[in-house]
Structure formats: structure tokens, C-alpha cells
């Protein structure tokens, strides 16, 4: 007995919708309602995919188009020979607790 019967709840029947039958399958009046929604959904769908295709191949043409490889025509100055002086840059960090 099903606990809804036992506690009284529902009484004996348990109400169904009318796009499903007592095994809780499909009917066909749902199949029915959902055929115009799966045709659309599959138009829509496809649509998505192209727009996505086309603005990746877009924009893998475009870095393709303004990537630079070779970078000869650009001037790059030459390393310091020294860095420059900072001071206390050699001195270290003391700790709290040391003493000289």
C-alpha cells in the first residue's frame, strides 16, 4: 500500500496528468505538444552553432592576419652593463633580535 493511501492524503486515487498514463510514460497528446517546440529547437540550435563556427573563424583569421612573428623591424636598446646603484642593496636584512 502506498503511504499516501495509508495516511489517508489523497484517498484512492492518485490524480494523473493528462500528458501521462498510470506508468508515468509519455502519451501521445505530449508527443503531440512538443513537435513544433523540437523543430524550432533544432532550427535555433543550429543557428547558434553557425554563429559560434563563424565568429571562432573570424577571429582566428584576425589573429592570423595582425600576428607578428618576426619582431627585426623593432629596435630593442641594449642591456645595462651595471644595474644601477640602490643603496643598502648589499647590506642584507638584519633580523630583530641580532646585535653587532
Known amino acids: ?3 499516501s493511501q495509508r495516511l489517508g492524503i489523497l484517498g484512492n486515487r492518485i490524480p494523473q496528468s493528462s500528458y501521462y498514463d498510470q506508468h508515468n510514460r509519455p502519451a ?3 508527443y503531440r505538444a512538443r513537435q513544433p517546440y523540437l ?3 533544432a532550427v535555433t ?3 547558434i552553432v553557425g554563429f559560434v563556427a563563424a565568429v571562432r573563424g573570424i577571429d582566428t583569421w584576425t589573429i592570423k592576419a595582425i600576428g607578428q ?3 627585426s623591424d623593432i629596435a630593442v636598446p641594449d642591456a645595462p ?3 644601477p646603484h640602490t643603496p643598502n642593496a648589499s647590506a642584507g636584512v638584519r633580523s630583530a ?4
Open 39 to 41: 523543430v524550432r529547437n
Open 81 to 83: 652593463a651595471q644595474p
Open 45 to 47: 540550435g543550429v543557428c
Open 97 to 100: 633580535g641580532s646585535a653587532q
Open 28 to 30: 501521445a497528446a505530449l
Open 69 to 71: 612573428d618576426d619582431f
Open 1 to 3: 500500500m502506498r503511504p
